[in-house]
């Protein structure tokens, strides 16, 4: 059973950049064929999808949010990263990570994290 867990900072100050992690356990980041995303949901809204790194390493990001995502990850630590940076108010809500179906890039997902609140105020 793939399990995911999100961490990082649950309170951040505008204009810094948020970083968090998701942990997985249960099946490695390199599976072939297989991508992992970053979700968020704000309060009252839905669901949005803010970028994928694949089992290659390759990343995409959503167009709204390019400019100020960055996602990694550490093979040793089956762990990837968001960085999202110079986050507003805005940019509060509940995050995200998810395994993808496999062969599909972004859009379905079959794992997730139990979800972890970023709330951005001074």
């Known amino acids: 059973q793939v399990q995911l867990q999100e961490s990082g900072p649950g309170l951040v100050k505008p204009s810094q950049t948020l970083s968090l992690t998701c942990t997985v356990s249960?099946?490695?980041?390199?599976?072939?064929?297989?991508?992992w995303s970053w979700i968020r949901q704000p309060p009252g809204k839905g669901l949005e999808w803010m970028g994928v790194?694949?089992?290659?390493?390759?990343?995409s990001s959503s167009p709204s949010l390019k400019s100020r995502t960055s996602i990694s990850r550490d093979t040793s630590k089956n762990q990837f990263t968001l960085q999202l940076s110079s986050v507003t108010p805005e940019d509060t809500a509940v995050y995200y990570c998810?395994?993808?179906?496999?062969?599909?890039?972004?859009?379905?997902?079959?794992?997730w994290g139990q979800g972890t609140q970023v709330t951005v105020s001074s």
């Open positions: 249960g099946g490695s980041i390199t599976t072939s064929y297989v991508a």
């Open positions: 998810a395994r993808g179906i496999r062969g599909t890039y972004y859009g379905s997902y079959n794992y």
């Open positions: 790194i694949a089992y290659d390493g390759s990343t």
